[in-house]
Each structure stands twice: as C-alpha cells, then as structure tokens.
C-alpha cells in the first residue's frame, strides 16, 4: 500500500518534530548539568545569592533533576543567619522550608529535606508548626515504627521541656537549709495548667513511642523525666506518698533507658573496631 504525499509530509513532519524535542530535552539536560556546576562553584565561594539563581535556572531548565531542588533548598538555608530576627531572614527560613517541601514531594524518604525543616522551625521559634510538623510523621501510618517513635520522642521531649522551665523557677523548686529539695505551686494558676497538661500529654507520647519502638533509648529516657515531673506536681499537692510512686517508676524507666544506652555503646565500639585496620 502506497502513501500519499501529504500523509508522507505529515509523517516526515511529526518525525522532525519529535527529534527536535528530544534534542532540546537533551540540550536542556546538559545546560542544566552546567547550571548546577555553577551553582556549586558560587556556593563554595560564598557567593549565595549567585548560587541561587544558577541553581533555580537549572530546575527551569531540566524539571526532572533530581539533583537541583535539593540544591536550591541548601542554597536558601545557607542564607538564613540563625538568631537575627529580622524579618527578611525569617522569610529566608521560611522559603527554605518550601524548597524543603518541595523536594520531599518529590522524593518522601528524603531525611536530609525532613530535618532540615524541624531545625528551620525550631531556629525560626515557630514552635506550632513545628510541633504539627513532627506530628505529622509520628502519625504517618506509611513511615517505618522506628521513625514514628522517634518523632513521638521529640514531642515527648518537647512536653518535659515545657514543664522542666517552670518546675525549676526558684519560686516553685524550694530547698530547705538541710538541702532537702521540695516544689510547690506556681504563684500563677495559669503555669500549673501548663505543667499538668504538658506532663500527662508528655508521658502519653512517651508511651506511645515505647509502643512502636520498645527499644526507643530516647522514649525511655524522656519517660523517666516526665515521671519525675510527675512526682514534682504531687509534692507540690503535698501527696508524698504519690511522689514516691512516681519516683519508684522513673528508677525503672531510667534503668531501661541506660542498659539501651549501654547496648548502644557496645554496637557502636564494636563498629568501630570492625572498621579499624588489623595492625
């Protein structure tokens, strides 16, 4: 069967049209791979903002690297300055955080991308996005138990802490001239609140870390703080007896959390010694 001549002028044409883009993906590809080599050129010297604008062009130019969104979000994050509050590098904190995100959509088991992010909001004192940041994960039914527990730890953590700011204020930690220590109630109800609620939220966290990962040495370690937190809201209630509960469990939970050290420590020695060279 014959074509015809148009059909032969369409095919030719439609031909030519799909070798063209592949040349120009091709093209783009290695304009990209330039950009990027820019890009790591200015950031080693220092020039940021250079580096930034090679980096973006290499995204623009290839969409499909992998390599250029991670390199845009360094690139952002090293211009952040931690500690100056200044509005314009709080917005360098913040378009970290969306170039962060925009490479875990990419690519969701990216952890450099994930931290990076918790330590922009912890640097940038947004503690209530911090906070639903890592909830997120701990909630997250598609990460692994280990990293589920990890991020309930934090928050654990982040609950003791709350409540170890206001428990250890001169006002409520009082030491008698025998040097026994005793707590009592903060002067505003308000802290109170803030100490039961952090606590019982604290050891509920605790918890559930323990459950997804009984071997979690950070979950044990935070539980066996919260407790002690525990211990301090009962004297402060005057509930003696109560205290000692708690403080009998905190033993325990410290116990645990420091034979997982230890085994912790063993793996880690002999890691190394597996890797030294026989003399």
């Known amino acids: 069967m014959r074509l015809s001549q148009s059909r032969i002028c369409t095919v030719a044409i439609l031909a030519f049209f799909v070798v063209a883009g592949a040349g120009c993906s091709l093209v783009g590809k290695v304009r990209a791979k330039n950009e990027l080599n820019e890009a790591a050129k200015a950031y080693k010297e220092g020039h940021f903002d250079v580096a930034e604008q090679h980096a973006k062009r ?26 100056v509050d200044q509005p314009e590098n709080v917005q360098k904190a913040r378009d970290a955080i969306e170039a962060y995100k925009q490479v875990l959509q990419n690519d969701p088991s990216n952890e450099e991308a994930y931290k990076a992010i918790s330590v922009l909001y912890a640097a940038i004192k947004d503690e209530a996005n911090l906070r639903a940041w890592i909830m997120a994960r701990a909630n ?53 609140d803030m100490i039961q609620r952090c606590v019982t939220r604290g050891l509920e966290q605790a918890e559930t870390a323990i459950k997804y990962d009984a071997n979690s040495e950070s979950a044990w370690s935070y539980k066996t703080n919260l407790l002690i937190e525990e211990a301090k809201i009962a004297k402060m209630n005057g509930e003696n007896d109560k205290a000692a509960q708690y403080e009998k469990q905190a033993e325990a939970a410290q116990k645990r959390s420091s034979a997982l050290a230890e085994e912790r420590r063993k793996k880690e020695e002999a890691a190394e010694q597996a890797a030294s060279p026989t003399p």
């Open 58 to 83: 290499a995204l623009a130019l290839d969409p499909t690297n992998k390599t250029a969104p991670i390199f845009v979000a360094r690139i952002m994050h090293q211009q952040y300055k931690p500690g």
């Open 140 to 192: 997250d039914a598609n990460q692994t138990n280990e990293k589920r527990a990890e991020a309930y730890a934090i928050l654990a953590g982040k609950d003791w802490d709350c409540s170890f700011k206001i428990t250890e204020l001169p006002e409520v930690k009082v030491t008698a001239a025998e040097g026994k220590v005793n707590y009592q109630k903060p002067k505003d109800p308000k802290d109170y």
